[in-house]
């Protein structure tokens, strides 16, 4: 009989856990783990596939002379990728919206993440119509949005030397990590 009640206790508290989610993340079941987790292994994957699809690269050989090339989608399945990250970064922004995320933030952390589900949805329509222009135009607006998430809710732990100025796009072909140690050196 004690041990029931015991159980059930147990149960009640786990249940509060969930409910205000953020400050004990790490021990309820979040759909893709703590914010952190969301953030690096699902937002800025997503988002490098959308921000590396349309760009202007300028790459310095090694003999000296640099190459220039605009990179763009070409085939109908190089759109299809794109247009895909856009729609998944609208799924991650509802994920933000879920009590699990958003559940102890301020009001305003509702319409950042809104907001990226917004722009993403223009993001998508951008990639289904196939215009490079307006993909790299509201790649910028999804950036701004990004960042002022940040602004206002800024990572607890960030890597080593990185401030939240550098949660930035990163430039060109480099990723994140590459930009943050780039900056390091
Ligand atoms: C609704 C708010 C919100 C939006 C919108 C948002 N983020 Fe975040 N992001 C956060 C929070 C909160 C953290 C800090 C998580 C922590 O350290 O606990 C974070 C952290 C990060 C980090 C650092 C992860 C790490 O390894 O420490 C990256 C990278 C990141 N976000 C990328 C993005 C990108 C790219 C976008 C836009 C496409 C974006 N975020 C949009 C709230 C947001």
Same mark, same amino acid.
Request: aromatic fraction near 0%; hydrophobic fraction near 15%; charged fraction near 40%.
């Given at each position: 009989m004690v041990f029931k009640i015991r159980h059930v206790a147990l149960l009640a508290s786990t249940a509060m856990l969930a409910a205000c &989610? &953020?400050? @004990?993340? @790490?021990?309820v079941e979040l759909p893709y783990g703590t914010a952190q987790q969301l953030m690096a292994n699902e937002v800025q994957p997503t988002a490098d596939i959308y921000w590396g699809a349309v760009k202007f690269e300028s790459i310095l050989n090694d003999d000296g002379t640099v190459t220039e090339r605009d990179i763009r989608p070409e085939t109908d399945e190089d759109w299809a990728t794109v247009e895909a990250s856009a729609v998944h970064m609208g799924e991650l922004g509802a994920v933000m919206l879920t009590p699990a995320y958003? @559940? &102890?933030? &301020? @009001?305003d952390w509702s319409d950042f993440a809104q907001g990226l589900i917004d722009v993403s949805a223009r993001a998508a329509q951008a990639a289904a119509d196939h215009d490079p222009d307006a993909v790299f135009e509201v790649g910028g607006t999804m950036y701004n949005v990004c960042r002022a998430c940040h602004q206002m809710y800024p990572p607890e732990e960030l890597p080593e030397g990185m401030t939240v100025e550098d949660v930035q796009r990163p430039n060109n072909d480099e990723t994140l990590e590459e930009y943050v140690a780039g900056d390091q050196t």
């Open positions: &989610g &953020g400050s @004990d993340a @790490d021990t958003a @559940d &102890g933030r &301020g @009001d």
